[in-house]
């Protein structure tokens, strides 16, 4: 079974222009998130789908980011315009939650390292 | 609010050696799960472990060891006889429990480095 996976691995773009990150979640994975690890900072939650729809999008730091995840499978997260407080390792994870069960684990992509000059 | 701390940010051992990354965490719910995630050089993140809140024994998996204490605050990681390929960035992480609502987003500490040396 293949693992979450992330597009691209790296990407460097310069000050006010149009990045988007893509995520393909673990096939029958209802819940995707997205987290984002700035250099030396923890790891933080931005948001979480459930299916297509955003659950919480609580994390998000502002609204040049927008998030999207078609028809419940792929998402994914534009940063427009981008600044250089953008810079860091963004990580998608996904989970699914099996009847009666009361926990979960949720399995991370390798991240998309952005780099904004 | 959850909080998660690793005060270590950088551990250094000689091969063979044992090793605990510490982690205390900060929560007001009363039932909650706590995680351990290994990061490679390679950068994705590997599940470890997943402990409740309920259950306090201490678990062991191999040459990986978990001590969960309630009373303290801590679930603390060791490894016993280190490899070289125990080197990666290992992470705590803490979050409510399921239960049907929410987001149940994890909670990370900083992470701890781990380089075990040959």
């Known amino acids: 079974e293949a693992g979450v996976t992330q597009f691209p691995s790296h990407s460097v773009i310069e000050k006010g222009q149009t990045v988007t990150l893509r995520c393909d979640p673990i096939?029958?994975?209802?819940?995707l998130y997205w987290y984002r690890r700035v250099m030396g900072k923890e790891i933080k939650f931005l948001l979480h789908?459930?299916?297509?729809?955003?659950?919480?999008e609580s994390g998000m730091p502002n609204n040049r980011f927008l998030a999207e995840r078609t028809g419940g499978t792929y998402s994914t997260l534009k940063v427009q315009p981008a600044e250089l407080e953008d810079s860091g390792v963004y990580f998608c994870?996904?989970?699914?939650?099996?009847?009666?069960?009361?926990?979960?684990?949720?399995?991370f992509g390798p991240g998309t390292r952005l780099t904004v000059t | 609010a959850q909080k998660v701390t690793q005060a270590q940010t950088e551990i250094s051992v000689v091969e063979k050696e044992d090793v605990t990354l510490d982690c205390v965490y900060e929560?007001?719910?009363?039932?909650?799960?706590l995680f351990w995630y290994k990061q490679p050089p390679s950068g994705e993140l590997v599940f470890l472990i997943r402990?409740?809140?309920?259950?306090?024994q201490n678990e062991i998996s191999g040459r990986y060891s978990w001590n969960f204490q309630k009373s303290t605050s801590s679930f603390n990681f060791t490894i016993t006889a280190s490899q070289v390929v125990d080197s990666a960035v290992y992470f705590c992480?803490?979050?409510?429990?399921?239960?049907?609502?929410?987001?149940?987003?994890?909670?990370f500490g900083k992470g701890t480095k781990l380089s075990v040396i040959p």
């Open positions: 992480a803490l979050s409510e429990a399921w239960s049907g609502a929410g987001s149940y987003q994890l909670t």
């Open positions: 789908f459930v299916k297509e729809s955003k659950q919480d």
């Open positions: 096939s029958g994975h209802d819940n």
């Open positions: 402990r409740n809140s309920f259950d306090e």
């Open positions: 994870a996904s989970s699914q939650v099996l009847a009666g069960a009361s926990s979960y684990e949720q399995y």
């Open positions: 929560t007001r719910d009363t039932t909650y799960y």
